[in-house]
């Protein structure tokens, strides 16, 4: 067995999943009130991988049934945030994991990143075989500060949405989740769309909004966060 060519492909397994390594780091030292339980991240983590595997035919699907480019990338995003959310619908919050508000969104970006490990790393695969290498390292630091955080940010504001109806009844958090689940498929429709009709120089543009997203979705979380302080502070 000749090791040396299974290399360029351990280096796409690396490119795609370490930024989304870092990024959950990241979110978990954000959140310095709880710890939320390991085995609860990991299903969340490992569910969200595993659901790029359901989206694909998905998607697939979706390419037959319509030539609009337009409407493909939309129902696309609608695909990716609804298995992004029922992933940590079923790992978290049917098993009534949430023990403060912001661990919705906690364990909504934990799903969007292995989600979007997966999905990095089979953009990749694709390049590698090529045989453009440094294409593929250039490839990847675009996907890094582009779609690995616009999965983020979608997932994100999802659960702030969810976060801000904590101790609401069942309704409120139904609406919320509606609300939320429409903002997250609008914001990634629309980077898809941008991204498919701008120039390099446009493209640059849509990455610097995205990273604007990001400083908005840090506000987001300490106001998550400050939620369950308030409400301690209402109980004293």
């Known amino acids: 067995m000749n090791l040396t060519s299974y290399t360029p492909f351990l280096y796409g397994i690396i490119a795609g999943m370490v930024p989304s390594l870092l990024w959950l780091w990241f979110w978990l030292k954000e959140d310095n009130l709880h710890d939320e339980p390991r085995r609860t991240l990991a299903g969340c983590f490992f569910l969200g991988m595993a ?25 696309w995003a609608a695909i990716e945030e609804i298995l992004k959310f029922g992933t940590a ?20 970006i934990t799903a969007a990143l292995g989600f979007a490990a997966v999905e990095n ?12 290498v440094l294409s593929t390292i250039v490839t990847g630091n675009m996907r890094f500060i582009g779609a690995t955080l616009l999965h983020v940010i979608a997932s994100g504001v999802l659960g702030f949405m969810l976060a801000t109806v904590y101790y609401h009844g069942k309704f409120m958090k139904i609406l919320a989740g509606t609300v939320g689940l429409a903002l997250a498929i609008s914001l990634h429709a629309a980077f898809n769309l941008a991204i498919i009709t701008s120039t390099a120089v446009d493209t640059l543009k849509v990455f610097a909004w995205v990273w604007a997203g990001v400083i908005v979705l840090i506000v987001l979380f300490q106001e998550a966060k400050g939620i369950e302080l308030r409400h301690n502070k209402l109980k004293k």
């Open 51 to 75: 659901a790029v595997f359901i989206a694909l035919p998905l998607e697939w699907f979706v390419q037959q049934l319509t030539s609009n480019r337009e409407h493909q990338y939309i129902l």
């Open 121 to 132: 790393t089979l953009f990749l695969f694709g390049i590698i075989n090529s045989g453009n």
């Open 89 to 108: 619908f079923v790992a978290a919050f049917w098993a009534k994991k949430l023990f403060e508000p912001v661990d919705a969104m906690i364990y909504l």
